[in-house]
């Protein structure tokens, strides 16, 4: 039988470029180590003529952020023919903007188990063209709570434009930076707790989620700066005993809490594959804050630490995603 030709899609020009090539490369050396004809391709405007030269079997989406999570490529792959790992272009539209999340789950969701921090979102044009910058001051009430605040870039991801707002006199330039990165900002509470990454696989309704990944930084924020330096988070997968709560069995059911939520989301929005949700138990529940259509996958991320707590090598994790994409077809 011929070997079957992976086509893994990486880089591209957003922001998070960078992650994506070490997500990218991180893939193509396991499939090569499984045996398949590895093809690695940049996400630039000579993609269709080599995609149709020559010809893969199935294609690896390893893109972050603009061009992958925003159905991009993925509407390209479909349009070409060629079965991909990874959630259809629809799903990748629902999903990649902060701003919108909360507010479609209200619409899909069978009940009220999942719950989204307070936020509002606001575009560019309404601080450039109409002076929404003199309205700031109704921030906390519009939301009805106090500060802090986390102000981000309704698109992207790696912590990007992230800013942890302590007072009125921050929040200007905390939205100036996030503005950088995206058109349209995001103003939420910010939630004290434990936070969580918990990563889904499989089809909606046949959902498995992985143990959760407990992410705490030694100081400051889950930043750009802190995942890029190993030397400034602990990761525990599970989290770590007395960190979610003092009792054993209570531990364990706020663990079933929050991998029901992230199920939850997951088969709301269709994903299909893997995708990442990142939610914070505050003590009393799990608050979502992002989920994440295309997740890291380099050899320190989050989805690899999930798959090894749960005894999965990122081997068997690729090769099922290969397999199950060419079953299924375009």
Not at 55 to 69: F, I, N, Q, S
Not at 180 to 209: F, K, R
Not at 244 to 256: G, P, S, V
Request: hydrophobic residues 45%; contains cysteine; proline residues 7%.
């Amino acid at each position: 039988m011929p070997t079957s030709k992976v086509a893994v899609i990486m880089g591209g020009a957003s922001f998070e470029r960078k992650f994506s090539l070490e997500s990218g490369r991180h893939v193509c050396r396991t499939l090569e180590e499984l045996g398949y004809d590895v093809l690695p391709l940049d996400a630039t405007e000579h993609l269709v003529d080599t995609l149709r030269e020559e010809k893969p079997d199935v294609a690896w989406v390893a893109l972050h952020g603009k061009g992958g999570e925003d159905g991009a490529v993925p509407s390209l792959l479909e349009f070409l023919g060629i079965p991909y790992v990874g959630s259809a272009p629809a799903v990748c539209r629902t999903t990649w903007s902060k701003a919108e999340l909360p507010f479609i789950m209200q619409r899909v969701e069978d009940d009220a188990t999942v719950n989204w921090p307070p936020q509002v979102a606001l575009p560019l044009d309404a601080f450039k063209d109409l002076g929404a910058a003199k309205a700031l001051d109704l921030v906390t009430k519009r939301l009805g709570v106090d500060f802090p605040l986390a102000v981000k870039p309704a698109k992207g991801g790696s912590a990007m434009g992230l800013s942890k707002v302590e007072g009125q006199g921050e929040l200007g330039e905390a939205i100036m930076a996030a503005l950088a990165y995206d058109d349209v900002v995001v103003i939420q509470q910010w939630v004290e707790g434990v936070e969580l990454s918990l990563t889904v696989m499989g089809a909606p309704g046949d959902e498995l989620v992985l143990p959760p990944v407990e992410i705490r930084p030694l100081e400051g924020l889950f930043d750009v700066k802190a995942r890029q330096d190993p030397d400034a988070v602990r990761y525990y997968c599970p989290p770590n005993p007395g960190d979610l709560a003092d009792d054993a069995a209570e531990e364990a059911d706020i663990q079933e809490a929050c991998m029901a939520a992230a199920r939850l989301v997951y088969r709301a929005f269709q994903c299909r594959d893997m995708a990442r949700v990142d939610l914070v138990w505050n003590g009393h529940r799990p608050l979502v804050l992002d989920l994440k259509v295309f997740p890291g996958l380099t050899e320190t991320s989050l989805v690899p630490m999930a798959l090894d707590g749960a005894g999965i090598s990122f081997a068997d994790f690729v090769d099922g995603l290969v397999k199950k994409a060419m079953e299924r077809g375009v």
